[in-house]
């Protein structure tokens, strides 16, 4: 566990960048660091490793003093993991994991092959380790930057906006890794971000830091979107909060069947399978949902060239928000709802998952009531 | 060209001399340039005073700092060690600010995350900060070594024996062939340890080749 206890950190020139900070990262788990630039929380988060030393109070990671260890051995002892990944040019991948296993004295051969082996686990094809970084593109360097991180094995992991300089659909796959990863290692993790949605995604607690370094509210994600404790909590979680939060509500919605044909179904077949309705699910080879055809317009056999693929398919598994998304996004009103193996389980229309997040609600409200 | 094949071991000892008083004060001048440029960029104020007084040091004539020496050094007029400290004031003076600078290009991320890998400041410099420097510093060494190989022929002047001297003998005899084989001399020279400096910045910056290869 990582304790901050009354730390303050003022600069010279009277500027507070962090006032009066106090709070706890549990270990085995994320805590997000969220705010407006100049909130202090990338000072925060330094201060943790001593790059920048605290004007007052105290760290302590796992109980110990982090203000009596040796800057240098504090610092291999954590991992650390920044924008833009900041791998050493001039050396290659293999040799940018190996560096905190080499500052430490480790055996050639085995930070070597420790070096290889989390290549794998985070994702990199292993022809990529004589390459050197400006090789590499800016996704794939960071899955370096979080290997090098991990590469000495340290309980504790710093990470300042690690995936913000990567575009959005490599920054989701680094997410979902990320936490994949996360699962397997249960590090304690300080995460900065200053993207709610990211805070969100990946916190086990969110921190909300206030301009100056002031904690203006500490809570689980679901938590602070359904109970921001300040208007400035309110007013930075955002506008969609209430729909954001269903993110976190689960619950059973009872699935229809649903008529389909497979790909390559002749337009006869599909207008007797569809039995009068506009739109018609076709699935792949797999029984996975292919997309949407309406059967009155076919001309040729269903083909993958002209599906309707507007709407998002939802784990029926998965939260409330996801099935929402799936009803509201389909041509045909229906959301399509699969197990976790991408094969097709039903359909479900928008009115009954709201009919189950309320249902949901009222659980929730009468269950914290008694 | 039958004076050069019958002059070989004169201009043979004399490009030796040149070597060796062009050569020698580089790295010499690297080796002090060094520490300086890295205390240029390390504490700010010292920044403009050292640059400034590294680079005034080149702006004095290389006649005078030759004569001057030997006063200064309690050495004779003729001792070829006056040159070789001439020569590394000079090489001081380009390479400083060099140095400074190619220290200061070194990504602030990657000095970052060298520190929060645990790199000690000491070890920071060599193995991340230096090296990530080379191709600046390199650019800097090649300029040096030009610049000294044509101010070492000046010395021929107060009698330091050099490929310089093949001027001083032609103008005093006022005969043209060891002068032209003086300046060849001297360009070949350059040329040389200017590859030479391009072969080992080359040698030790592996990743800047071969960007983006497959």
């Keep these: 566990m990582i304790e901050f206890d009354s730390v303050t950190k003022e600069y010279p020139d009277g500027t507070v960048a962090v006032g009066d900070l106090s709070l706890r990262a549990p270990t085995g788990e994320i805590t997000v660091l969220v705010g407006p630039s100049g909130c202090g929380k990338t000072t925060s988060l330094r201060m943790i490793n001593r790059m920048i030393e605290p004007t007052s109070g105290t760290i302590t990671i796992d109980g110990e003093d982090s203000g009596s260890v040796d800057p240098a051995r504090l610092r291999r002892g954590i991992g650390y993991v920044i924008q833009h990944a900041g791998l050493f040019p001039h050396r ?99 995460f900065v971000t200053h993207d709610i949605d990211e805070a969100v995604k990946l916190g086990d607690r969110i921190a909300v830091l206030d301009v100056g370094g002031r904690l203006a509210q500490i809570a689980s994600p679901a938590v602070l979107l359904a109970e921001p404790a300040s208007d400035m909590v309110a007013d930075f979680v955002g506008r969609d909060r209430g729909y954001r939060a269903l993110a976190f509500t689960g619950g059973q919605v009872r699935a229809d069947d649903e008529p389909t044909v497979p790909l390559g179904a002749s337009v006869e077949d599909a207008r007797a ?12 080879e797999e029984g996975r949902p292919a997309g949407w055809v309406e059967p009155a317009k076919m001309a040729a056999p269903a083909s993958a060239d002209f599906l309707n693929r507007g709407g998002t398919v939802a784990r029926a598994d998965g939260s409330l928000r996801q099935a929402l998304d799936a009803a509201l996004s389909s041509p045909s009103g229906r959301g399509v709802l699969v197990s976790p193996d991408g094969a097709l389980i039903g359909t479900v229309p928008a009115g009954r998952v709201v009919e189950a997040i309320e249902a949901e609600r009222v659980h929730r409200t009468e269950g914290g009531a008694s | 060209m039958t004076w050069f094949l019958s002059h070989l071991d004169d201009v043979g000892v004399f490009l030796a001399w040149h070597v060796y008083l062009s050569a020698v004060p580089l790295v010499l001048g690297l080796a002090i340039a060094l520490p300086l440029g890295y205390l240029a960029r390390r504490y ?65 991320e990657v000095l970052l995350s060298a520190t929060a890998m645990g790199y000690k400041r000491f070890s920071r410099l060599l193995r991340v900060e230096l090296p990530l420097a080379v191709p600046v510093i390199a650019a800097g060494l090649r300029v040096a070594a030009v610049s000294n190989v044509s101010i070492v022929s000046v010395a021929a002047i107060i009698g330091v024996s050099q490929l310089g001297s093949l001027f001083t003998d032609g103008f005093a005899r006022a005969f043209l062939a060891p002068i032209v084989v003086g300046i060849v001399a001297c360009v070949l020279l350059a040329l040389a340890l200017d590859l030479l400096i391009l072969a080992a910045g080359r040698a030790l910056t592996p990743w800047l080749r071969n960007r983006r290869a497959s």
Excluded: C, H
């Design chain 1, 92 to 190: 290659t991948i293999v040799q940018n994991i190996m560096t905190v296993p080499t500052l430490l004295g480790w055996d050639g051969g085995k930070a070597k092959a420790r070096a290889m082996e989390l290549m794998e686990r985070v994702g990199l094809d292993p022809a990529f380790a004589d390459r050197y970084p400006n090789q590499l593109s800016g996704g794939q360097q960071q899955r370096v930057g979080v290997a090098r991180a991990l590469a000495a094995d340290p309980p504790v992991m710093l990470m300042d906006e690690p995936f913000s300089a990567v575009d959005p659909v490599v920054r989701e796959g680094l997410q979902d890794e990320f936490l994949r990863l996360q699962s397997e290692m249960g590090k304690t993790i300080v």
């Design chain 2, 44 to 108: 700010r104020w010292l920044y403009p005073p050292l640059i400034l007084g590294t680079g005034l040091l080149y702006t004095i004539p290389s006649l005078a700092i030759f004569i001057l020496l030997p006063l200064l050094l309690g050495t004779q007029i003729l001792d070829p060690i006056n040159v070789l400290v001439a020569m590394t004031v000079y090489t001081i003076a380009l390479l400083v600010r060099t140095v400074a600078d190619g220290l200061a290009a070194v990504p602030d």
């Design chain 1, 273 to 284: 399978a569809a039995g009068g309705a506009r739109w018609l699910l076709v699935l792949d």
